[in-house]
């Protein structure tokens, strides 16, 4: 007999294609059908962390993915305009990433939006639950990185 009992994965999975689709509706609904969801939060670490030198092997540990990946997501980026990369004086291996008015535009447009499903997605959920809720996240993450390790891509 199939077992009846709820899987972690399935339901994060579950809930994340569904805020994704959200996130896309509303993003249609603005004009702003050419962002993916992960520019969207790259964008908005960039903007948050504008003070400092961002690097590629920072978004790859901020967002958890690997660096095939990120290549990838970046190089798409800088082709919209949405980034450039800088070199720095103190190493010329390096290129920092740095925000174009485009990009900083474009996240700017969004982050009401964004804002706005966050609110209508924590609705009528109590105050003491989220924080139990973020527990559970940070303790899942902190398990799952145990399992896997920090070399996991």
């Known amino acids: 007999m199939c077992c009846k009992k709820r899987k972690i994965g399935h339901e994060l999975r579950t809930l994340d294609n569904m805020m994704s689709r959200n996130l896309m509706a509303a993003a249609r609904e603005r004009g702003v059908d050419e962002l993916t969801a992960m520019h969207g939060w790259i964008l908005g670490y960039l903007c948050r962390n504008e003070d400092k030198d961002i690097f590629q092997k920072d978004i790859e540990a901020e967002f958890k993915i690997c660096r095939s990946t990120v290549t990838n997501i970046l190089k798409l980026m800088e082709k919209k305009g949405y980034i450039r990369r800088e070199s720095v004086p103190y190493d010329a291996r390096l290129k920092k990433l740095v925000l174009t008015d485009t990009g900083r ?49």
Request: hydrophobic share 30%; with cysteine; charged share 35%.
């Open 105 to 153: 535009e474009l996240h700017e447009n969004t982050k009401d939006m964004i804002d706005i499903l966050e609110e209508q997605t924590i609705e009528g959920i109590p105050k003491e639950d989220l924080e139990t809720f973020y527990r559970v996240i940070d303790q899942l993450k902190s398990n799952v990185k145990n399992m896997l390790g920090e070399t996991s891509c």
